[in-house]
């Protein structure tokens, strides 16, 4: 059983920073990890992901502000936020997708106040 456990979140003012961790318990081969958020009454859209090999792919409404990054070992995810925006308050989840399943971390609230 894999398990993703999220960090970072919490209270920012609209043009601040924060950096988020999602780290993956174990030895795990994933094929790619990425960031997803969820809004109050939204559905949960993709944020941004990483895949193996090192590509990287952003939604529309975060490019050119948050970065996606991953450790050698390919089981720490970071998102690093920079110029949030009230509207990126959401709850923000990770995953890992592994050859024959994909894990969810539980997530972490950001709130980017105004």
């Known amino acids: 059983q894999v398990q993703l456990v999220e960090s970072g979140g919490g209270l920012v003012q609209a043009g601040g920073s924060l950096r988020l961790s999602c780290a993956a318990s174990g030895s795990i081969f994933s094929i790619r990890m990425g960031w997803y958020r969820q809004a109050p009454g939204k559905q949960r859209e993709f944020v941004a992901d990483i895949t193996r090999g090192g590509s990287t792919h952003y939604a529309d409404s975060v490019k050119g502000r948050f970065t996606i990054s991953i450790s050698d070992a390919m089981n720490t995810v970071y998102l690093q936020m920079s110029s949030l925006k009230p509207e990126d308050t959401a709850v923000y989840y990770c995953?890992?997708?592994?050859?024959?399943?994909?894990?969810w971390g539980q997530g972490t609230q950001v709130t980017v106040s105004s």
């Open positions: 995953n890992t997708v592994l050859p024959s399943s994909t894990y």
